[in-house]
């Protein structure tokens, strides 16, 4: 049995996988807020999934954290995680001991990136050989996923396709250079250039822009332009066969899938090279409410048994 922990902005999700690659067991409890409460509540979620989901707990061998922020290389350290109130935390050590297995960490978007890999297993249908998480959320970063690895590149920064600029006088971006998707589709740069209050900002501009307000029909065809530039980003870099879309913007569903499709195409017309890729209909929804975070950040978990045990079989012959 493994466990896989979600640690979001509001709620942390968490699942039990079983040997045969299951869920056992699913609770959501509430993320703290800095440092130490953060660590409790991957404590409380694991107790939880006992408590609630009837897990055996003496039988989990690992526990995988899925957490926004930046996870220093080869560490259980987690810096910058804004939204959690956290500047630094080596949360791997600090929950270990008290856990009493492997703990490991991972940056929330390329656990998803994992999980929506593997829950792409159809039955009889070979998982793509690659795969890209699109997640769009307050901002915007990618996973990508290649021969059912995760590949997080020399430093940790591979899939932030966020921060490519593609327009030099376009809006200025929080990472402090202009123009970059994040800055045209991030949920938090159009809540901000919206500028009205609301609880679903995106799908205010959303419905303004069906009502024909000019305002909201520029910030809604950013947010497209800026998805489909991702998306080519990541078919050009990367070929993955799929990208999946989560995140809180998606939300929209159709809406948003079928805007972004609407820009591939179109951009596509004049280009035989473009249109011989057929990017439109590679892109998914990851259905709303799925595991895939808390899965994947399971399988991040489990990853040094999985070296463990091929390490086992090749000394064992
Ligand atoms: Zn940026």
Known sequence: MKV??????TKTDAVAVDDGGSIAGRIRIPTGWGP???????LDAVGALGREAGVDLSAVRSVGVGIPGQIEPGTGRVVHAVNLGVEALDLADVVTPRLGVPVRVENDVKAAALGA????????VA???SMAYLNLGTGIAAGIVTDGVLWRGARGTAGEVGHISVDPSGPRCRCGQRGCIEAFAGGGAIAERWARRSALPVRDVFDAADAGDASARQLRAGLAQGVAAAVRVLVLTADVDI??????????GERLLTDVAAVLSASAEASPFM????????IELLPPGSPAAALGAALVGAEGDAAHDTQEALING
Request: charged share 15%; net charge negative.
């Open 36 to 42: 130490d409460a953060v660590a409790q509540t991957v």
């Open 117 to 124: 890999h593997a829950l792409h297993r159809v039955p009889g």
């Open 127 to 129: 998982a793509p050989d």
């Open 243 to 252: 990208v999946v879309l989560g995140g809180g913007v998606t939300a929209l």
């Open 275 to 282: 249109r011989s890729l057929h990017l439109a209909e590679r």
């Open 4 to 9: 896989g922990l979600d640690v979001g902005g």
